[in-house]
């Protein structure tokens, strides 16, 4: 089983490369921020998602087999993207749709709700929301960092909440 302590490190790592980037956007240097931004702002989503599907009972339901399916369509729908085939912005869009739901089912399924659940939820229906209009280019990328901000107060949450239980494992 990997330990929480590499999921907290792609997610410094991550926040690490998009405050290089900000830093030398701001200050004028010329850099190639967008390869730099747009590899840190998802090491951080997905360190963070991977961190707490691992910990999490989302895990543990019926649901996470068909969240797989989800994924693997959201990879294919990816590479028929960069083929540039018809219909595959509709595929993605469906294959994030469909994450939503079934996160949205297993947080109405949970008989009692802490903030943590709560910040999960947001977060997942916000990056399901916006990451397939910035894909398509709907909005600009800076939208996605309401997402990012999302994940870091809930992985911040998490930690805290573990800290206080002190059965972490990290």
Same mark, same amino acid.
């Given at each position: 089983?990997?330990? $929480?302590?590499? !999921?907290?490190?792609? /997610?410094?790592?991550?926040?690490?490369?998009?405050?290089?980037?900000?830093?030398?956007?701001?200050?004028?240097?010329?850099?190639?921020?967008?390869? /730099?931004?747009?590899?840190?702002?998802?090491?951080?989503?997905?360190?963070?998602?991977?961190?707490?599907?691992?910990?999490?009972?989302?895990?543990?339901?019926? $649901?996470?087999?068909?969240?797989?399916?989800?994924? +693997?369509?959201?990879?294919? +729908?990816?590479?028929?993207?960069?083929?540039?085939? $018809?219909?595959?912005?509709?595929?993605?869009?469906?294959?994030?749709?469909?994450?939503?739901?079934? !996160?949205?089912?297993?947080?109405?399924?949970?008989? !009692?709700?802490?903030?943590?659940?709560?910040?999960?939820?947001?977060?997942?229906?916000?990056?399901? /929301?916006?990451?397939?209009?910035? /894909?398509?280019?709907?909005?600009?990328?800076?939208?996605?960092?309401?997402?990012?901000?999302?994940?870091?107060?809930?992985?911040?949450?998490?930690?805290?909440?573990?800290?206080?239980?002190? +059965?972490?494992?990290?």
């Amino acid at each position: 089983m990997v330990k $929480n302590g590499y !999921y907290l490190g792609i /997610i410094v790592l991550g926040m690490l490369l998009s405050l290089y980037a900000f830093y030398k956007f701001y200050t004028g240097e010329s850099i190639s921020i967008l390869s /730099i931004e747009r590899l840190g702002l998802p090491m951080i989503e997905f360190g963070g998602a991977a961190l707490l599907i691992q910990n999490g009972s989302f895990k543990k339901t019926r $649901n996470f087999k068909l969240l797989k399916a989800c994924v +693997s369509l959201f990879i294919i +729908s990816t590479l028929l993207k960069v083929m540039h085939w $018809n219909f595959s912005s509709y595929v993605m869009g469906l294959s994030f749709f469909i994450i939503g739901i079934l !996160y949205v089912l297993h947080f109405y399924q949970k008989p !009692y709700k802490r903030v943590l659940d709560v910040l999960k939820l947001l977060w997942v229906v916000t990056f399901c /929301i916006l990451t397939p209009l910035v /894909i398509d280019r709907v909005l600009v990328m800076e939208y996605r960092m309401l997402s990012v901000a999302l994940m870091l107060v809930t992985v911040a949450i998490f930690y805290l909440e573990n800290l206080k239980q002190k +059965s972490f494992k990290s």
